[in-house]
């Protein structure tokens, strides 16, 4: 995969998780907000740690050439 395509697919994985937990905390209610399911959270940091390969390999490939 491309370091390009890589960091920006992490970058959008990492926008969807939070909107998909700002959509759960705003339909959960006050009751839920600190019972937040795994998913989003899961999501954000696949999304970050995605993003951060793909800045790491960029960096790695500049430094070799």
């Not at 700002?22 to 940091?45: D, F, M, V």
Request: avoid cysteine; charged fraction near 15%; glycine fraction near 10%.
């Amino acid at each position: 995969m491309a370091t390009w395509l890589e960091k920006q697919i992490g970058w959008l994985l990492a926008i969807v998780a939070v909107i998909w937990a700002g959509y759960y905390l705003a339909s959960a209610g006050e009751s839920r907000i600190a019972n937040l399911r795994l998913g989003p959270l899961q999501l954000l940091l696949a999304g970050i740690l995605l993003w951060l390969h793909g800045k790491y390999r960029r960096q790695s490939l500049s430094r070799t050439q």
